[in-house]
Structure formats: C-alpha cells, structure tokens
Nanobody, 120 residues
C-alpha cells in the first residue's frame, strides 16, 4: 500500500507565498516522477509542475513556482511565490512509481488534495 500525504495548503493574500509538500509512505519501491496538478471550480484538472530527470512548468506558473524533490524522504515540494487569485484551486500530488509488492509495474498514485486559496 502506497499513500501520498499532502500538506501546506491554506489561504494567503495575493502576492504571498505558500509551500506545498507531498510525502510518499508505505511500500514504495521506486519513484520515476513526481508532480502537482490543480483543479479550480468549473475547470478541468491541469498539470502545474512535474519533476523527473528534468522539470516542467505550466506557462501560467513559470517564474513563480518551483518544484523540488528530496529522494531520501520520498517527498516533493512546490514553492509558490507571487500568488494570484487565479491560482486558487485544489492541488493534487501525483507520483509515478512502483510498489514493493509490484516492483516492475509502474502506476500512478494521487494525494488527497489540499486547498489553496488566494484572495485579492
């Protein structure tokens, strides 16, 4: 069993900062990639950032968000600066990896989601 636990969400004013974290617990064997998605009310879920051998950022967050990873802790972070009201959404951690019970079959794991609210 692999579980992703997210933390760091909350409410901030426009221009503020927030740091999200996501830690993988349980029978994790190997992690190939970690990333963050977000979904705002009435909108589709979108990929915000991802880190593997390289990093990817959505155009809407480039220059403001930074994704990082601590392999020893199986944790991924999302540093969000210069936040805008448009960033308001539920943020979901996503991990592509394998479990100890199935070390040869990669699959996706999802966090429970954490609310980020940015006020004007």
């Amino acid at each position: 069993q692999v579980q992703l636990v997210e933390s760091g969400g909350g409410s901030v004013q426009a221009g503020g900062s927030l740091r999200l974290s996501c830690a993988a617990f349980g029978s994790i064997f190997a992690i190939n990639a970690m990333g963050w998605y977000r979904q705002a009310p009435g909108k589709q879920r979108e990929l915000v950032a991802r880190i593997s051998g390289s990093t990817y950022y959505a155009d809407s967050v480039k220059g403001r968000y930074t994704i990082s990873r601590d392999n020893a802790k199986n944790t991924v972070y999302l540093q969000m600066n210069s936040l805008k009201p448009e960033d308001t959404a539920v943020y979901y951690c996503n991990v592509v990896g394998t479990s100890r019970s199935s070390p040869f079959v990669p699959r996706e794991y999802w966090g429970q989601g954490t609310q980020v609210t940015v006020s004007s």
